[in-house]
């Protein structure tokens, strides 16, 4: 009878191990042994939303507004649909990697197609573009972007030598920057970057020179150019400057995204 009982539980958990769920997959954020910092005064909220391949991003407040602590780096939409890689300069949705960064929070670079997936430009605060980003989130506007170097502009801590427009520095991050000797420029004093937490990270942008590696942060917005309407607004960091560059791109350029919480 003890043989029996022991044959009979040992069924049991066979059916048992064969009705256990398949373990998730690995979430793909790896991240090369770079920990992100951000200053004590950053209101950061760790582990804030998952893409569809399983990247993790830290989000930081800055004013009214919450975004992303780090470059999109997802392969897929929020719906599962790939997001094809490659180097061809046309109106496919495509994205380009940063090879020369082992460090997963540079991200990918996208062209405007895959950032808006086929929505409509916007010029709105808030966009209502979900695009590219993971649900919850949007790609900003013009005007989102506006929003936040506007408010930077007006909080003393964020701001060098008391000019409001220099406020580059409070949102680059903290290294991979190349130096530079030239006072409240992003590349100057590394240590004094970052006051916001926003991390930007100078991951170049497509087509460009290897040298836009290391010295050129360039992100993507949601508003279409009305000039010309093959370019889309964005913004940008430079090692050089102090400033928050606004400029418009060909739409087949490659560029950085960072979300915005809905």
């Not at 951000?38 to 399983?54: K, L, M, N, S």
């Not at 408010?151 to 427009?165: H, K, N, P, R, T």
Request: with cysteine; charged share 15%.
């Amino acid at each position: 009878m003890k043989k029996i009982s022991l044959l009979f539980c040992a069924v049991l958990f066979l059916l048992a191990a064969c009705e256990k769920e398949e373990p998730l997959p690995t979430p793909n954020n790896e991240n090369n042994g770079y920990t992100p910092t951000y200053p004590a005064t950053a209101e950061v909220i760790y582990d804030a939303v998952t893409d569809y391949d399983g990247n993790s991003y830290d989000a930081v407040r800055i004013g009214e507004q919450v975004w992303m602590a780090s470059n999109l780096r997802t392969t897929r939409y929020a719906n599962g649909d790939a997001i094809p890689e490659g180097s061809n300069s046309d109106t496919i949705p495509l994205r380009f990697a940063v090879p020369q960064a082992d460090n997963p929070y540079y991200g990918y670079l996208y062209n405007f197609y895959a950032v808006m997936h086929g929505e409509a430009p916007s010029g709105t605060n808030p966009s209502g573009v979900q695009g590219i980003c993971p649900d919850g989130w949007h790609v900003p506007s013009d005007a989102e972007w506006t929003q936040l170097t506007s408010y930077c502009g007006g909080v003393s801590e964020f701001v060098c030598d008391s000019l409001g427009a220099n406020v580059a520095k409070a949102l680059a991050a903290g290294y991979g920057w190349k130096s530079n000797d030239v006072e409240c420029t992003v590349g100057n004093d590394l240590a004094s970057n970052n006051a916001t937490g926003f991390s930007a990270l100078p991951a170049g942008f497509y087509p460009g020179t290897q040298t836009s590696f290391g010295e050129y942060a360039s992100f993507w917005s949601a508003t279409e150019s009305t000039e010309e309407l093959s370019s889309a607004y964005d913004r940008s960091l430079f090692y050089g400057h102090a400033t928050v560059s606004r400029a418009v791109h060909h739409k087949y350029g490659g560029q950085s995204v960072r979300c915005v919480k809905d």
